[in-house]
């Protein structure tokens, strides 16, 4: 190739050259362009994600504190279960003794009054002849006086006797109803109790089933999070080169 061709190639070489730089410079500035307005786009994205984060870290907070109230309560109510069965305790305890000693007065009530029965027979019907037979063997008037008197003297000891017992026994089953009466509605407070806690517990269960769903949702937007923001500084150093 002679000189004169040489500089000819030369020449046009040198024109490419200069021609392609503006569409090499219109490319890159291109690419940048788009890696902004995905990082741009990103963070628009990870601001969102930050949002539903600090919003489920008050969820949570909130809903923990509503579960410490509500283990609270729990607690007030089984120790109430505890002092009520406590008194229920006690209280059939006294029952028992009670049901004991009305058995026991009315056993005495019956043996006295079957003696008084066999008494007043001796008196006026059976064969033995019994306080007639006293009133018979008296002498004279005064002796008569005497005898009547220590036989209905006898007569209104008995009676007393079964009265007094009677009254017991009566004293006896008032207690005895007024007790029942006093279980009956210990029993009610009891049962109350009971659906109290067990409402409390299952609103307790139903605070912790969300409180976990919310950590879950929590450590999902953190994940989240953190991808885009790894996905942001990758873009940024590919901005900055």
């Known amino acids: 190739m002679d ?3 040489r500089k000819k190639l030369s020449a046009a ?24 307005q995905k990082k741009n786009s990103i963070e628009s994205n990870m601001a969102g994600t930050q949002s539903m984060i600090n919003q489920t870290k008050g969820q949570v907070a909130t809903v923990q504190a509503e579960i ?10 089984n120790l109430k279960l505890d002092q009520l069965n406590g008194e ?3 209280l059939q305890a006294e029952i028992a003794q009670t049901k004991a000693e009305l058995e026991a007065a009315k056993e005495e009530l019956l043996e006295k009054k079957d003696l008084y029965a066999k008494r007043l027979r001796a008196m006026y019907i059976a064969n033995d002849r019994g306080y007639l037979d006293i009133l018979l063997d008296s002498t004279d008037a005064e002796s008569l006086i005497g005898n009547a008197r220590m036989i209905r003297s006898i ?10 017992i009677n009254a017991k026994v009566k004293e006896i089953e008032e207690k005895q109803a007024l007790l029942a009466e006093q279980e009956k509605q210990l029993a009610q407070k009891q049962e109350q109790a009971r ?11 139903q605070k912790t089933s969300f409180m976990n769903n919310l950590v879950n949702d929590l450590s999902s937007y953190e994940a989240q999070y953190d991808e885009m923001l ?4 990758a873009i940024q150093s590919q901005i900055a080169n």
């Open 68 to 77: 410490r109230a509500l283990d609270a309560q729990i607690t007030q109510v």
């Open 155 to 164: 007569a209104t000891s008995d009676r007393k006797l079964i009265d007094e």
């Open 195 to 205: 659906i109290e806690k067990s409402n409390l517990e299952a609103a307790n269960a």
């Open 13 to 36: 070489l040198a024109l490419l050259m200069l021609s392609s730089q503006p569409v090499l410079a219109s490319g890159l500035e291109a690419e940048r362009s788009k890696a902004v």
């Open 88 to 90: 229920m305790q006690k």
């Open 230 to 233: 790894r996905e942001s500084d």
């Open 3 to 5: 000189a004169n061709n």
